[in-house]
């Protein structure tokens, strides 16, 4: 059973910076895409971002594109949201999500809360 395990949420103002980790056990995390996910209240949860297997490909949300990035480090099986300039709008539980077979998302782990003051 695959466990993820997200930290480095908070409180920020707007403008300001975070970076999430999501370390993740019980699986073979090297062969995963992995993925960031968010969702603010009342609203669906939405795609962030993602990073293949071997950290060569990465995919962004409009919303965020230029200002976040996510990176893994397979050796600590860890992958990353760098998050810069944020915003208001950024404000939601992000989660991180591991893609075993590359057609679904079968992992998720707790969340972790960003909330970013104006």
């Known amino acids: 059973q695959v466990q993820l395990v997200e930290s480095g949420g908070g409180l920020v103002q707007a403008g300001g910076s975070l970076r999430l980790s999501c370390a993740a056990s019980?699986?073979?995390?090297?062969?995963?895409?992995m993925g960031w996910f968010r969702q603010a209240p009342g609203k669906e949860r939405e795609f962030v971002a993602r990073i293949a297997w071997s950290g060569r490909f990465t995919q962004y949300a409009d919303s965020v594109k230029g200002r976040f990035t996510i990176s893994r480090d397979n050796t600590k099986n860890t992958v990353y949201l760098q998050m810069n300039s944020l915003k208001p709008e950024d404000t939601a539980v992000y989660y991180c999500?591991?893609?075993?077979?590359?057609?679904?998302?079968?992992?998720w782990g707790q969340g972790t809360q960003i909330t970013v003051s104006s």
């Open positions: 019980g699986g073979t995390f090297n062969t995963y895409t």
């Open positions: 999500a591991a893609n075993p077979t590359g057609e679904q998302y079968a992992y």
